[in-house]
């Protein structure tokens, strides 16, 4: 036996209804209602142009609003066209800016800034809406969503940040915590990589083209670093707002409030079907339903 | 700048011993007695050689005895040899097996059984040694490790099943529960899949070589089956213990329940150092330093 039916149900092909818990996760988002969903805002965008096709990265304002502004400086200078994707650490990170940044023809940052003070976590939540998920998480004592992005927040001290799920976007630095200034960014590729939470900046997530960071192959250079004939070229980086609309993508994401997520959440947790009659009980804040999709006209 | 002091301390390539919490976990694993390591039992082990290179996978007979011994059974009479790797679906498995099981020219199972019983969870730990990890799951209420592997247990029923962590070696099913044989089996290759907990046997887990399988490409069908053409022929599967000895690894594992696999926890867990100044405080169950070497002569 090929055993095809395991693949069909695990990937969500099989559109039947799951047993008496209602409706599959895939139905749920097919029915949802058009209020569920998140504009998301080119102008808060970055769109990156590889040889192998196009990744769409959100920005995280709400947490790196220094960060952020000095990307998008770096951005509408050109900074990042004709750089490259510099590293690839198996099971980590992919990381991309300027590989001669350290020498004499390093790019110019212009009007950016080279350092900037490090926004590893916001010290309040005041005036960001936080979604609490309600399952354990190792790493924090409260968990979420804030931004439409994974977060943790410290009942104690009041501080929350973005936790590094599959797909967020740091900021690279030196030894120094204030020595990142968004020119050189990395996406984790792999598993969790939570033990970068509050030591390296959120800058954002890739909504679109992560498995094109993710198929890279790893560099041969000690953490994954390549070797110049290695790199992959970033033909260029572009603000979402500033793409032709002909060639923009309408994104929208699912609100962590909305009763389509919840339903989605609870049928990950508690939602049995024919195929996976034991339902876990719990999930893993990294494996919430951030969906993104194309909006429909 | 290139942050590269980011990557070497993020690679563990700096050998320094980190601050005010004694030493990194690469200066307690060098330090590691011997005693500290578990052999693996080569006649525990399957070699399954690619094009590509080595895949050694520990078997879990603690937790699925019948699997494993119908799986012992394939691989002596040479099952696997000439079958290939006919499905890679992104961020989630690698799977392994017959491509022609549903076909007249479907490979004979000889003397092993063609269905099993699933062996999902055991109805207990009687004679099997859990070592629980103290972190909070959100799959499960007790988390720690049995055999050696990720293993979770449920403190109302008595339950125990082994978890599916990254390189968790799981065996391929249809709708029916009983309907697994260990003739086709699968690898995590991305995140964890914990979702199949409890619901798809454990056969074992990648101990080597385990990125040879999430390197390659997905494959082009839905659920990530490949095309003919795009399958990963499977050279040889032997038990370990009938590999030449010349050829043959001699592994060993850090073992939970010892000083090194705690120092390493407590350090991953609350040990800053220059650069990750803000500790997690706790770890995934499946980021445990399960680590495995080749023994020192």
């Known amino acids: 036996m090929r055993k095809a039916v395991f693949l069909a ?11 008496g ?7 749920l ?30 920005l995280a304002p709400l ?40 020498e004499d023809k390093a790019r110019s940052y212009g009007a950016a800034k080279k350092t900037l003070t490090a926004e590893f976590v916001r010290p309040n939540l005041d005036g960001v809406e936080f979604t609490p998920w309600p399952d354990r998480d ?18 104690k001290t009041g501080q929350a940040w973005l936790t590094y799920c599959p797909g967020m976007v740091g900021v690279a630095r030196d030894m120094d915590p204030n ?33 094109l960071l993710a198929r890279l192959k790893p560099g041969s250079e000690p953490a994954g670093f390549y070797k110049p004939a290695e790199r992959t070229p ?22 962590p409030d909305s009763a389509t997520f919840n339903a989605i959440a609870e049928a990950k947790r508690n939602g049995a079907d024919a195929f996976y009659r034991v339902a876990p009980g719990g999930v893993s804040l990294c494996d919430a339903p951030l969906e993104v999709r194309e909006a429909r006209p």
């Open 63 to 102: 947490f790196a609003p220094n960060t952020v502004a000095n990307i998008k400086t770096l951005v509408k200078q050109g900074f990042f066209d004709g750089l490259a994707i510099d590293r690839l650490q198996e099971a980590f990170v992919a990381q991309w800016g300027d590989p001669d940044a350290d």
């Open 21 to 27: 818990q209602g409706q599959s996760p895939q139905a």
């Open 234 to 255: 970033i033909l260029k980086v572009r603000l979402g707002s500033d793409v032709p609309a002909a060639e923009r993508k309408n994104l929208e994401a699912l609100r």
């Open 29 to 58: 988002l097919r029915a949802s209602p058009k209020a569920d969903w998140r504009p998301i805002d080119p102008a808060n965008t970055l769109y990156m142009d590889l040889p192998q096709g196009r990744v769409i990265i959100e």
């Open 138 to 155: 190792p790493y924090a004592l409260s968990v979420g969503f804030a931004g439409g992005m994974p977060a943790a927040r410290d009942p």
């Open 179 to 211: 020595s990142g200034s968004g020119g050189e960014l990395f996406a984790v590729i792999g598993p969790p990589a939570r033990k970068m939470d509050r030591n390296l900046t959120v800058a954002g997530r890739v909504v679109e083209g992560l498995p």
């Open 9 to 19: 149900v695990a990937a969500g092909l099989l559109a039947a209804p799951a047993l």
